[in-house]
């Protein structure tokens, strides 16, 4: 009876643990499904759609790169101030050049010490002559040689702001005339420079002002 007594109760005990682990399992089952449902959700509303997220990327990315380009389009189309690169704007000059001896500019170091200049003619493409220059509004220069030692040639340069840069070159090519530059400054109403010339075989060498008044 007492042996009956104490498996019943064993029984009982063993019955009780299982119904525990039974109700432990499934509540650790139930914590796990609950996280996993938790993960899911968060994975799902945290985090945005790929394509959308490319989508906007690329919106942002278009919109960031039209805007620089519209504002320099913009400043590309807005006329600079003066509308010119000139100071003066278009006009026509007429005036005058001088053609006197030059020397050749040799540096005195020992590497040079056996360089000479040729033999120059100083009676040769000496005077003064007439010349004529027109400044277009964008600051173009062109004009002719139209007299003088160094006639006939054609000029052509550049106006910045007051600053004249312009080469002479030959009106008839192989002539043998002379050839050179004239840096000047173009300021009220008139042109105020230097020109540099030499002959096709560089051994005549000339310079002289440059001078020019508004038509």
Known sequence: MRNASVASCASASDASVASCASASDASVASARGFVSFAL????????????????????????SASTPATASAGDAAAPREGGSTSA????????TYEAKPAALYI????????????????????????????????????????SGPASPGLI??????TRLT????????????LTGSILGTVEGGQITGTGKLADATAAILREGKVSAKKK
């Open 40 to 63: 899911l959700s968060l994975v799902l509303l945290g985090c945005p759609n790929k394509d959308t997220a490319s989508d906007a990327g690329k919106g942002a990315t278009s919109a």
């Open 88 to 95: 003066t704007g278009e006009a026509a000059y007429a005036g």
């Open 107 to 146: 540096p005195e170091h020992q590497d040079w010490k056996n360089t000479k200049q040729a033999k120059d003619d100083p009676a040769k493409h000496v005077g003064e002559g007439n010349l004529t220059i027109e400044v277009a509004a964008d600051g173009r220069v062109t004009g002719t040689v139209d």
């Open 156 to 161: 052509s340069g550049l106006v910045e702001g």
């Open 166 to 177: 312009a080469t002479i070159r030959r009106k008839e090519a192989g002539d043998q005339g």
